[in-house]
């Protein structure tokens, strides 16, 4: 979704279901599965830190969905990295995304 370019959200609104996808770090190309996964996001050029929901769930053949809470959001620009380790072993290759938030009629 973001290899193309920025991903567009509105600033300060919840995303239910955001998903995206994990390959493996040992060929970069199998789809990661059964893995634990944890996200991290960088807001308006800050520091790293943890997503604020932090729950995960596998939908299937290496893709994950997550909340974007609305405070995860409030900000102007977001970097987003998932990473994950294989239950069984092996671990993903970091998934990043450059999100860039829309304002909302009224906001400021």
């Known amino acids: 979704l973001s290899q193309v370019g920025p991903v567009k959200l509105t600033r300060g609104v919840m995303i239910e279901n955001f998903q995206f996808y994990l390959v493996s770090s040992a060929d970069h190309i199998t789809p990661l599965v059964s893995g634990v996964v944890s996200g991290q996001i960088a807001r308006d050029n800050g520091s790293f830190t943890n997503l604020q929901s932090g729950i995960f769930s596998e939908v299937g053949l290496g893709m994950y969905r997550t909340t974007l809470t609305s405070g995860d959001l409030l900000c102007n620009t977001a970097g987003l990295i ?3 380790t294989g239950v ?3 671990a993903s290759d970091p998934r990043p995304f450059t999100v860039v938030m829309q304002r ?4 400021v």
């Open 82 to 84: 998932f990473t994950a």
């Open 88 to 90: 069984s072993g092996g």
């Open 104 to 107: 909302s009629s009224g906001q």
